[in-house]
């Protein structure tokens, strides 16, 4: 692993995460290139937000879920290619249901050179302590549609509070939020903003 890149649950303590990309539940409908195993990489920086984090989301009854961190650009690359391939229907309806696959990149939901592959920026979501049970959030990661943007309509009440509490904790931490995804913050200071890395996630 690069220097400064970590296990992002090795430094920030009760941390959970379930990285999507490294299983077969994501949009791809398998694992996808440079995830060779079920963990969340990060920056150090990343990781010193993170844990302040994961102290106020812990102030509200809430932990922090992982979804993903660093990202190979290799892993872009796959995304790139399976855009490109005839639609097999498998994985549509759940992360894709009102667009075809190869606009994904033109809408803003994926990216040709991401900010995941900086090693700043993470998906993640809030679970209840009492329960471990995620929070109701109106639709879950990787949902490519409206629904998913910030301010959007046609969730519930709790649905939209449970969203505000997360980018509440993750603004006050120093993230910004990215306005069509509801689970994606990126280091406001983060310490490489304009180099992409490639090293395999092992």
Same mark, same amino acid.
């Given at each position: 692993m690069k220097d400064d890149f970590v296990f992002v649950d090795e430094l920030v303590s009760g941390i959970r995460w379930d990285a999507k990309y490294a299983t077969w539940d994501n949009f791809t409908g398998k694992p996808v290139d440079g995830y060779l195993t079920n963990r969340i990489v990060g920056t150090r920086a990343l990781c010193t937000a993170l844990e302040r984090a994961q102290e106020k989301a812990q102030s509200l009854g809430f932990g922090l879920l992982l979804w993903d961190g660093y990202r190979p650009q290799r892993a872009v690359d796959c995304f790139l290619r399976w855009s490109q391939q005839p639609e097999d229907g498998r994985t549509k309806s759940r992360h894709y249901p009102n667009i075809d696959r190869a606009a994904m990149f033109d809408m803003g939901y994926v990216a040709a050179k991401s900010g995941h592959s900086r090693g700043s920026t993470?998906?993640?979501?809030?679970?209840?302590?009492? !329960?471990? =049970?995620? @929070?109701? !959030? *109106?639709? #879950?990661?990787?949902?490519?549609? &409206?629904? &998913?943007?910030? #301010? @959007?309509? *046609?969730?519930?009440?709790? =649905? @939209?509070?449970?969203?505000?509490?997360?980018? &509440?904790?993750? =603004?006050?931490? *120093?993230? @910004?939020?990215?306005?069509? =995804?509801?689970?994606?913050?990126?280091?406001k200071d983060e310490p490489y903003p304009d180099t992409y890395f490639d090293f395999p996630i092992t």
């Amino acid at each position: 692993m690069k220097d400064d890149f970590v296990f992002v649950d090795e430094l920030v303590s009760g941390i959970r995460w379930d990285a999507k990309y490294a299983t077969w539940d994501n949009f791809t409908g398998k694992p996808v290139d440079g995830y060779l195993t079920n963990r969340i990489v990060g920056t150090r920086a990343l990781c010193t937000a993170l844990e302040r984090a994961q102290e106020k989301a812990q102030s509200l009854g809430f932990g922090l879920l992982l979804w993903d961190g660093y990202r190979p650009q290799r892993a872009v690359d796959c995304f790139l290619r399976w855009s490109q391939q005839p639609e097999d229907g498998r994985t549509k309806s759940r992360h894709y249901p009102n667009i075809d696959r190869a606009a994904m990149f033109d809408m803003g939901y994926v990216a040709a050179k991401s900010g995941h592959s900086r090693g700043s920026t993470v998906d993640l979501t809030l679970y209840h302590l009492t !329960t471990g =049970e995620l @929070a109701p !959030t *109106g639709g #879950g990661h990787d949902l490519m549609d &409206s629904i &998913s943007h910030h #301010g @959007a309509k *046609g969730i519930t009440q709790t =649905e @939209a509070t449970n969203r505000q509490h997360l980018c &509440s904790i993750m =603004e006050a931490c *120093g993230f @910004a939020p990215y306005d069509c =995804e509801w689970w994606h913050y990126t280091l406001k200071d983060e310490p490489y903003p304009d180099t992409y890395f490639d090293f395999p996630i092992t």
